[in-house]
């Protein structure tokens, strides 16, 4: 009991801690990085518009708006974790875009922010 106690406190000062933080983000930006590149690959690595295929710049669009608004109730992990597991199960709500016709897609559809 007391063990536990004493190994619960160690626990806490080390996620606290500069190292244990620093461990932390880099894990966060892996897996985040890891789960966007798969769900790009799912929906097919291209710009659905003009077929650009940078993978670094492509980013994730939802098809019919509102994406600003999930992607604010959430970690950004979170948030490309459930969008890879909604593409398993055959979700359609989703494309890729590259940054300009992302951006002319706001505009067309005044989806600012
Ligand atoms: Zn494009």
């Known amino acids: 009991m ?4 004493l190994h619960r ?9 500069e190292k244990g933080r620093h461990t932390r983000r880099i894990y966060c930006r892996k897996t985040r990085q890891e789960y966007r590149n798969k769900v790009i690959k799912l929906l097919g690595e291209r710009c659905v518009k003009c077929g650009f ?6 980013q994730i669009d939802h098809i019919n708006g509102c994406g600003t608004k999930e992607r604010k109730a959430m970690s950004s ?12 199960q055959g979700s359609k ?6 940054p300009n016709c992302n951006w002319l897609k706001r505009i067309e559809k005044m989806e600012y922010f």
């Open 2 to 5: 007391r063990n536990k106690e």
């Open 9 to 17: 406190q160690a626990m806490h000062r080390y996620i606290t801690s």
């Open 53 to 58: 295929n940078d993978i670094r710049i492509l």
């Open 77 to 88: 992990l979170t948030y490309y974790k459930k969008i890879l597991e909604e593409i398993q």
């Open 93 to 98: 709500k989703y494309q890729i875009l590259c």
